[in-house]
């Protein structure tokens, strides 16, 4: 059968023609980027064909046999016998096999398109010139690569033959499809060939008599020395051309640029140009010795990479590039270039990142001082950003992690919004020009020309430019340059054709000014299309199984990391991309893996920043507490000699370098980002999980901060974290509140009627356990661990008001329970903190006055008879020195007055924290508490416990009331019940610690236990009256003066300092009581009342004012002496 090229005719070809097929080289890229999805691996023909080898090795002897007689025109031969209701094998595969045929052929045609047009162009152009004919040699050069690409992806399926093959002998079975013998025939054609050898394939189509060979070798010849130089294993060419601060040394001659612009601005056509060519036309020297006569040229393109792109997705190594035509390159050179590949990175590519780096952030930082230079300096952008991205896409293929690609990255960005946010001002500076200084130059060099032949080729175009006006454009009128651009194309092909035959090479110098006109009129046009067109970083989504280990890696810069972000939102501009369906949902869940991991990094890194141990926190310390000499690490500031130490200084330079690079990070950090139908806020996503995770970096895991920490926590967090949050644009101080505010609520406890029902014992206690507790948790759970049992290792000092340490540990009791470390914690985390510790104390304290009420209750009858033996013979029970009773009984006393004084504690910051941000709040509700004659609700009784001095108890009551506890009515029984706690053998070895003005086991804290059964005296008896009252107390007072006295010899001098000064805290605590009675009692004691403030026990006093305790020990301060 004759060649089924041959019918092909070598009419002249149009320049539309070439428009056209060089217009869909893109699209025949994207269309085998889907065919490699459908035939490859894993795709269901690969797997159906490669499982059922029988049936396979049937079916392609006779797919050989049909199409062999198709050919050759012979009969051909029947396909096996179908049965009836079953489908033959061969055609379940034709609804797989007919999506890939179509692509396959239209890849055919378009190749067999090309070929026409690649053979027409090198007839008609005289040379491929980069300057006066750069818009055709660009055409040629993109469609020879393109024609290149297509046949080297085909042989890499072999099993698109077998889907030719099969559509061919089965298209019968296909509706509508036509019978097009032809067609078949070519596209088998193509495909075998393809398969056989793509390189010998490709020269035997494109230049069958050498013309093409010997065209691109004068082009190799222009630009290859330049390429081998710029791609060399250290790039030598003149960097200073591209730098906007260099001055040209003379006046240029032409309107177009050097030709260093133009082969950057297409450096990687051209480098692929020059590596097919070099592959598939192998120069020979005269001598025929064989050496190749680009050796440096060959080797530097060669060697730019360890793969070879082919499609967007697809690539191949270079070794096996290198063997799709043996005979190009040498065996020595074979050998060398997969090494020198590897580890080009290193030298070449690096320094070239570094150097386009540096170039581009000078004009980034030009055109950010002044806006207008941006559109004067874009064709450099142009340039740049062509090599830039280049590199950038070379550096995926050596698999290695750099800090300088990511530094271009982000400098290609910059200057990609600069280009979104100007486009106008761009279009509008490159219109001026086209309208005024481009087209008087055109003009001009016309005149001076003064041929008739020329000048009919040119005037069309002046009168399209005349056109042009920028007050129109300003208007809002729109200019299409495409008619105009065709017309250009059509003009210079003819003047190539023309050249040929006619001596015109006088015309050059306008056909280099109208190259400058169509680099200015692309710019008009659409200067976002052109930089992806020369910069298309929209491909990068092929490379995003790279982007994790450039966020996890730490010696990425995190500033750097958020380019990976920023890339995120061109990819939809890829129109590749959509050959894969499921490739966008992979694209979303890259981004939300990169953001999360992001994160974690940033997260760690404030950890760091804020730890305890590190130099930023423990600079603050220094003013804390002057106190605590292990709390301020000196060590770390304080220095053996007047000279710096270098590990100081690094410590000092490493965390400046940290915050700085914090900083821009969140300056750098976008406020939106689409990711095809999916708007995301890093910004405000970055925001949101910083102040959720503030607990997390300020007070890690593992430790319950003290409150010294929790204040430096959080003002580590303003000095830290505010300069964080103004880089992002985000209000610090709303979310430093959120955040306070959520560390510090337990849950479900921020509606008031909650704070209500958790106190009054509603809602059932229990420890605040939870997956990740809050800071307040924390805290809380703490304070009951204390109230529990952490209480027994420790020893109120009344004068630090706060709990200490009985023995040396490194956990610091009064750094959590006292006076000083409550306002700390409240004024950090607000009231709602204080409601946290108040409801622990609450419900301990009421399940404290229950348990010892039903003790007392247990031995009620036993008690009676020992009060009657008591009062005729002031014997004490034996019983009450260490009965099981008695014992737990003393244990929960100093348990309840414990939590009675830091419940004290607690209403006392919580008042003073509310007065500081509330000036008058408290004398406000002071005074209607005094107007008030009703009941208040528990809303009002929340109000009065949070802000008023007057504490009414009130839910300790209600907890109680709970209880259902039958009411008694023997007070008197019950104080000689405490008393009897008082003969305990537990206290026999008591002391008081005078400088303290403490005694032993927090026994001081005992006449506070008594003070709230007082206090909540008519929930426990049906009658308390003052009468009862007095002779309770009296009663009290008898019997610890039995107990004083039965063991006063026995236990020593520091048993009766001890309980003297236990006798004087008692009427100090209880109004009711009075210091005349301590005398009654105790008359063989020497009391110094001279030193001990009390207040008027008259009935009168207590009926005009009942005060607290902690109002009580204030008001005394102020009242006479007796």
Partial sequence: ????????????????????????????????????????????????????????????????????????????????????????????????????????????????????????????????????????????????????????????????????????????????????????????????????????????????????????????????????????????????????????????????????????????????????FVMIFPKKNSDGSGENSFDVVVENLLTEGPFVPITISMKIPIEKFIRLNKGAISSDMAKLIPIVASRKFGTAHRKRIQNITILLTEIKNMCEFDIRLLSQYFSNIISLCSLGYYEFLSYFHFNTICVDALDLLAVMLDLIKLIFKHKEDIQRFYLFNLSTIDIQYLKKLVEQIGNDQIFPLIQPLINALEVLNLEDFDRGDQYHYYAFKITYGRILLFYNQLRQTSVVSYAESIFEHLTTIMSHIEYAEDPIRTIFKYCPISTLWVEKEHFMKHVTTPIIPLSKCITILEICAYFELDPNIYAYPEMAGEIKMAYKQVQGSLLSRLLNELMRQCDPSGLFYQLGLQTRDLSRNSLFNVRLFKEQSDKLSNATANSFTKQNTIQSELRSCFTRMPQHIRIFDLVENPSQFFEDKITDSFSNFLFPAGSVPDSLNVDRGFSTAFQMIWQIFAQMGKPFQRNMFIARHQEGTTKDSEPYLQQVNLLNGSIEFTDFISERPNLVEKLANKCLEFVKSGYKKTLYLTPLHGFYNLEKTDLMTSDYFSANAIHYTIKNLGVNAGLAYDRVVTHVAARSITKIFKKFLEISNDLSIWHNSFKSSTQLPPESLSSPVFNECCEEMIRLGCTMTLRVIILDEMRKCISTAVPGLEQMVDAAMDRITVTLSGKEQLICETVSHRDSMYFIQQIIELQKIDKQTDFIKFMFFIGLLLNNSKWDDIKYHTDYDSISYNLHLFPIALNAFIEVRNTLFISADDLAMEAGVKTLYQTFGAVVNSKKEVNGPNYAKATTKLAITFPKVIDVLQFGWISEVFPNYSIDLSKVQFTSNSKKSRKEEKKSPRDSQKDKKSTKKK
């Avoid at 020395?225 to 030598?236: C, E, R």
């Fill in 1 to 276: 059968m004759a060649d089924p090229n041959a019918y092909l005719e070598e009419e002249p070809i149009t320049y539309e023609e070439i428009e056209i097929i060089a217009r869909h080289s893109e699209l025949v890229i994207a269309k085998i980027e889907q065919l490699a999805t459908l035939v490859g691996e894993n795709s269901y023909l690969a797997k159906e064909t490669t499982e059922k080898k029988k049936k396979m090795k049937e079916l392609t002897k006779y797919l050989a046999d049909y199409f062999d007689a198709l050919r050759n025109r012979k009969k051909l031969p029947k396909q096996e016998e179908r049965k009836p209701n079953k489908t033959p094998w061969p055609v379940t595969l034709l609804k797989h096999a007919l999506e890939p045929y179509i692509i396959l052929r239209y890849a055919s045609q378009w190749c067999r398109k090309a070929k026409r047009c690649l053979l027409c162009l090198v007839k008609s152009i005289s040379d491929f010139d980069i300057r006066w004919n750069q818009a055709l040699t660009v055409r040629f050069c993109q469609i020879f690569v393109t024609f290149c690409r297509v046949a080297i992806f085909m042989s890499n399926f072999k099993l698109l033959h077998f889907i030719s093959l099969l559509i061919t002998a089965y298209h019968a079975d296909i509706p509508d499809m036509e019978n097009d013998v032809r067609e078949f025939v070519l596209v088998n054609n193509f495909i075998t060939q393809a398969l056989s050898d793509p390189c010998k394939m490709i020269k035997q189509h494109t230049d069958p008599q050498g013309l093409l060979s010997e065209k691109l070798n004068r082009l190799a010849a222009t630009t290859g020395t330049y390429i081998a130089q710029l791609m060399g294993q250290f790039p030598l060419i003149d960097w200073s051309v591209f730098s906007i601060f260099s001055k040209p040394t003379e006046t240029p001659e032409t309107t177009l640029s050097e030709d260093d612009f133009f082969i950057l601005q297409h450096v990687n056509l051209l480098k692929e140009t020059m590596l097919y």
